[in-house]
């Protein structure tokens, strides 16, 4: 916590009280002085900034409202402030932690369609999607907001449509109220230990050093993309599961292995950065293999993935659940040549949108294989 604590940018957040439960990420070095009831932060001057040309905004009428909310490329250009911070937090990343969440609960078996148990997942929903999921994805803009301002300069960072005070403001609220919420499942549950909280503040600190430096996983196209992946599969699962019942060693295995497909699955919003990766030196896999070879890397690892889970069904005894997860990475691999294959920069949305269901399906019988 306390590496989380020294890097923050220059705000005064007044209005928060004192609270251990957690604090952001965010781009320059701080100093942070508890004041009775409040924290005052400073920001310390830094040596180094890449400076960009940013034009004040998209061309109009270029963009999509949709897109916009939705938090994806090809958004309309927005003043309004709360379009604008929900366009940060990406709406559209939010559902493979949602659906990792249902497939925690149905791997452990003990969910049931209860008042009381579906509060609960929604509870658990609303904690992994748009507070702690919504918090990696805008510090990860604001981290990122030299690359966009190359890339995608009509962002609301670096086109300045937002604030530096209300960016970090968002952050700080996105986090301390997914925390609250990972702590409150733990009592609702019952748990001695609390183990959500632990998950939460875990993947939190993975989200920080994932986008921040010194370390900026994302830096590293194998750890960065697998820390991603993990983080959309394996965190949401442990938590729906560690809800409703234990976890056990063979399914956090079971699902860091799936996190191998969600490796792949990051490298798909790798080719869209390339220019920018590569100005700044990042070595995402694009940049550091080629498009060609990135894309192979790409599926191989999506499907690969899939297939092992397969066999390993298969090798437990569970072969109708293994021939369901071969039949659902089917339409995966044909999409893979319809769109990824051809141009990853130009179908990455529609390869998305049309692959990506059979894998989540995937995932949930998987989960629903481990249940019995």
């Known amino acids: 916590m306390a590496s ?84 940060l937090t990406k709406p559209v990343t939010w559902p493979p932690l949602v659906w990792g969440v249902v497939c925690g609960a149905a791997a452990s078996g003990n969910f049931h369609w209860t008042p009381e148990d579906v509060a609960k997942s929604i509870v658990c929903m609303l904690m992994s999607g748009p507070f702690l999921t919504g918090y990696t994805q805008t510090i990860n803009d604001w981290y990122d907001r030299e690359i966009d301002a190359i890339n995608e300069p009509y962002r609301p960072i670096p086109s300045g449509a937002i604030s530096e005070n209300e960016v970090i403001t968002q952050i700080w609220v996105l986090l301390l109220g997914g925390l609250a919420l990972g702590g409150l499942l733990d009592v609702w549950a019952g748990h001695d230990t609390p183990v959500i909280f632990y998950l939460a503040l875990g993947g939190s600190l993975l989200s920080y050093i994932y986008s921040a430096p010194p370390l900026k996983l994302k830096q590293n196209g194998w750890i960065g993309n697998f820390a991603l992946g993990s983080s959309y599969i394996s965190l949401p699962w442990w938590a729906g599961q560690a809800l409703f019942g234990t976890l056990t060693p063979d399914v956090i295995v079971l699902t860091l292995l799936y996190s191998i497909a969600g490796l792949g699955i990051a490298i798909v919003n790798d080719f869209k950065s390339i220019e920018g990766d590569r100005a700044m030196g990042l070595q995402s896999l694009p940049v550091a293999f ?44 044909f999409f893979q040549f319809k769109y990824f294959l051809k141009d990853p920069v130009k179908y990455d949305v529609k390869y998305q949108a049309s692959a990506q269901p059979f894998l989540v399906l995937g995932l949930l019988v998987t989960a629903l294989a481990t249940s019995h």
């Open 4 to 87: 989380l604590l020294n890097t923050v940018p220059s705000i005064r957040l007044s209005s928060f009280k004192c609270n251990p439960l957690r604090a952001p990420h965010l781009s320059y070095p701080i100093s942070l002085t508890p004041s009775r009831s409040r924290f005052v932060v400073r920001a310390a001057e830094t040596d180094s900034e890449v400076k960009a040309t940013v034009p004040d905004k998209a061309p109009p009428a270029s963009g999509s409202s949709i897109n916009q909310i939705l938090g994806i490329k090809g958004a309309k250009q927005e003043t309004d402030k709360w379009k604008i911070r929900v366009q």
């Open 290 to 333: 080629g498009s060609e070879t990135a894309k192979w890397i790409c599926v191989g690892a999506i499907d690969l993935t899939q297939l092992s889970v397969a066999g390993y069904l298969f090798s437990v005894g569970k072969p109708y659940y293994a021939l369901a997860l071969l039949g659902l990475t089917a339409p995966q691999i």
